[in-house]
């Protein structure tokens, strides 16, 4: 049996890194999500009540659970990521696998017998926030891995979010040119490697689940869904079936986005059910948007872009932080001079155009720490040296126009000045 998210569980729980809460109300989930979105601590709920599932949340909250799933310390995180993304690892078939021990089919399907929260007070209904979604390009069969918000519009269906320009939204548009429709995936209760690979910014043709194999370093086993022509992770803990009809949307949202506020109702496509198998007393796993754990995730493919384009550029960089928001971000530099830090921080928005503000700093600051980097800014930087760029492409769903320049700040060590600005600590 290979690894799944409950051997992730017990190794958390053996660093510390995991609180149980044996017994919780549904209603009252969404006030402890709140409550721990910026908690470094993997939270499981073990039972809630009325449910078969428990629910579990922050399961990657913090760089020291990207350390531990890599295998490294947190400043070699980016490093290892780019390696596991260059030597992709090719998933393999098995005849079967824990997360299909209990079945519904057709009518037996009822989304509402799943532990689904409703995050915010208006938010449409509840939401399925960490879902993996697998689908197949109509035309060449390759497998798409991503992960949307999933709105419960009923026992059997579901309304998906689809970013314009989107991998899966290019399949849909495929598949209705074709006049066929999607068949979809949706596992939920994964091992971090499976949801890091479907965060995981790749070219369209590339099956994300080969960096899943490669996170783990084995290949990914899977499993036939019972009712589509798809395979999954056989030991996931949920899987739902059914198919995207691309002639068929439905009002969606709103929705309580990373950036803390609500995407209004807009028409998107749904997803109709055809089964939804799962192992015994399954895990439900949800993210919050905003949360400490979705900016990381957000952030990064983004940082390891510009960790690798800074490294191909020769500058000597020594990481790069793009969360909390992933609309700000620093880079840490060890520069030759200051037409490198400029030159950087150009390069750090080329990468990541979501990007509004960046700040270079020196290696003596931590990145992780926005305390430490707000105090180099006010210590080694000077308004008048800051740079606006204006006019620019940013953060897409932007109706008032706030995401359209950008600024950068040096914040390094000004050239010349020795030990002028050493740091005064303790031996």
């Known amino acids: 049996m290979q690894e ?87 998933p393999v078939l098995i005849k079967s696998g824990s997360v299909q021990e209990v079945q519904y089919i057709g009518s037996q399907v009822d989304l509402y017998k799943l532990p689904v929260v409703k995050y915010n007070a208006l938010d449409a209904s509840p939401y399925i926030t960490a879902g993996v979604v697998l689908a197949r390009d109509p035309e060449t069969g390759i497998r798409n891995v991503s992960i949307h918000r999933l709105q419960v519009q009923g026992k059997q269906q579901l309304g998906i979010r689809l970013e314009p320009g989107s991998h899966l939204e290019l399949i849909r548009k495929k598949a209705g040119e074709l006049g066929k429709r999607v068949e979809v995936a949706i596992t939920i209760g994964n091992h971090p ?62 929705f309580g986005d990373f950036m803390g506020y609500y995407v209004p109702r807009g028409e998107n496509p749904a997803i109709h059910l055809t089964a939804i198998t799962h192992r015994e007393n399954p895990v439900f796993q949800g993210i919050r948007a905003g949360s400490l754990e979705d900016s990381l995730l957000l952030a ?89 760029f204006n006019n620019t492409n940013g953060f897409p769903r932007d109706p008032f126009n706030v995401h359209r320049a950008k600024l950068i700040i040096d914040a390094t060590i000004p050239a010349g000045a020795g030990n002028a600005f050493r740091r005064a600590i303790p031996r």
Do not use: M
């Open 300 to 388: 990064l493919s983004r940082e390891a872009a510009v960790f690798k384009a800074l490294k191909e550029e020769g500058i000597d960089v020594a990481g790069v932080n793009l969360s909390p928001v992933v609309l700000n971000g620093v880079i840490s530099l060890r520069p030759k001079d200051k037409a490198e830090v400029r030159r950087a921080l150009e390069i750090a928005l080329e990468q990541a155009p979501w990007l509004k503000y960046c700040v270079a700093v020196d290696p003596d600051v931590d990145i992780f720490n926005w305390e430490d980097v707000l105090w180099a800014l006010a210590t080694r930087s000077s308004p008048d040296k800051a740079i606006v």
């Open 193 to 254: 490697a499976e949801i890091i690979a479907a965060v995981s910014k790749v070219h369209f043709g590339f099956d994300e689940l080969e960096i899943a194999g490669a996170i783990r370093g084995e290949p990914l086993q899977l499993t036939k869904c019972v009712t589509i022509d798809a395979e999954v992770p056989a030991w996931a803990e949920i899987v739902l079936e059914g198919y995207i009809d691309p002639e068929d949307d439905a009002p969606e949202g709103p």
């Open 4 to 90: 799944g998210l409950r051997d992730y569980l017990r190794n958390l729980y053996h660093k510390n890194k995991l609180e149980e809460i044996e017994d919780i109300s549904i209603e009252d989930i969404p006030n402890l999500i709140f409550a721990n979105r910026k908690s470094p601590q993997t939270i499981w709920i073990k039972k809630v009540r009325g449910f078969e599932s428990g629910f579990l949340f922050n399961v990657l909250s913090s760089r020291d659970h990207y350390a531990i799933v890599f295998g490294c310390t947190i400043h070699e995180i980016w490093p290892a990521y780019l390696k596991r993304l260059a030597n992709p690892v090719k």
